[in-house]
């Protein structure tokens, strides 16, 4: 379970986010919605711990009863987390294949299984194969982009994935 408990948020010492709490179950679909300033990304990047960001003390984020309000954001990443980026960078000359190979030990484990998988999710997201050997999001539309961010997530989130303006 990804546990939020009384989440206070500041950016610059102003209060972006105030005494929020939620419980998100593995496998349960969560859309955050509100008007434009009222805080989503603020909480999306915040539970993924980027720095730019104060968690108030007495926050509190536990993703499966481990308490990770303090941890790097690549020490969530391990947890479980993965974040949707809004605007996904281009990675010119970095191949989704080449960084899931990177990232997930069975790419290089079992090679034919890894591309049986990839070309499964490019058939499913009615996408050209094409598009795995490209620069990551280097000239993709942005539907594209989102494609290819739901593959990343599929491949690397172990239990949760966060979208910031899945569109």
Avoid: C, W
């Amino acid at each position: 379970m990804l546990s939020l408990k009384n989440i206070t948020i500041r950016l610059r010492n102003k209060p972006i986010v105030t005494n929020l709490s939620l419980q998100i179950k593995p496998g349960e679909l969560v859309v955050l919605m509100g008007p434009n300033g009222s805080g989503k990304s603020t909480l999306a990047h915040t539970i993924m711990g980027n720095p730019l960001y104060e968690l108030v003390q007495g926050s509190s984020i536990k993703i499966d009863g481990h308490e990770v309000s303090n941890a790097k954001p690549e020490e969530r990443a391990q947890a479980g987390l993965f974040l949707g980026f809004q605007t996904p960078i281009a990675i010119p000359g970095v191949s989704l294949v080449r960084l899931l190979r990177e990232l997930v030990p069975q790419a290089t484990a079992d090679t034919k299984a890894f591309m049986v998988r990839l070309r499964t999710y490019a058939k499913e997201l009615a996408f050209s194969e094409g598009l795995l050997m490209r620069g990551l999001n280097d000239g993709f539309s942005g539907g594209e982009q989102k494609k290819i961010e739901l593959v990343q997530a599929l491949f690397l989130a172990k239990h949760y994935a966060i979208f910031d303006e899945i569109d």
